[in-house]
């Protein structure tokens, strides 16, 4: 599974970016997607992720609210649609996946992830 992460970008606070992923292969119907980022200095951390079906999704506490994950099974996307952004968001943004068999699955942590995309960067000035 190859990803290709697109749309970050530099924008003002309380502005708004819409993240897409893209997957090749024919499996991605079979894989659970997230979003992590990764801050200057700091560790890769879980954003929001879905589930095959669209059934689970989960975020973290402070883009609750805030942030939308969703996919669309039939173009091999998952994006990220991230509304009132604050500087606090200004990181790399990574797609990942997980193959899994239970449909209703979602991962939560880097640990569970099978493969990564490279990042896009996204800067939210004050």
């Known amino acids: 599974v190859q990803l290709q992460a697109s749309g970050g970008g530099l924008v003002q606070a309380g502005n708004s970016l819409r993240l897409v992923c893209a997957s090749s292969?024919?499996?991605?119907?079979?894989?659970?997607m997230g979003w992590f980022r990764q801050a200057p200095g700091r560790e890769r951390e879980f954003v929001a992720s879905?589930?095959?079906?669209?059934?689970?999704?989960y975020y973290e506490d402070s883009v609750k609210g805030r942030f939308t994950i969703s996919r669309d099974n039939d173009k091999s996307t998952v994006s990220l649609q991230m509304n009132s952004l604050k500087p606090d968001d200004t990181a790399v943004y990574y797609c990942?996946?997980?193959?899994?068999?239970?449909?209703?699955?979602?991962?939560?942590?880097?640990?569970?992830?099978?493969?990564w995309g490279k990042g896009t960067l996204v800067t939210v000035s004050s």
């Open positions: 292969g024919r499996s991605f119907r079979m894989h659970a």
């Open positions: 990942a996946a997980k193959f899994h068999y239970y449909s209703a699955y979602a991962p939560k942590t880097a640990l569970d992830v099978d493969y």
């Open positions: 879905i589930s095959r079906n669209t059934a689970t999704t």
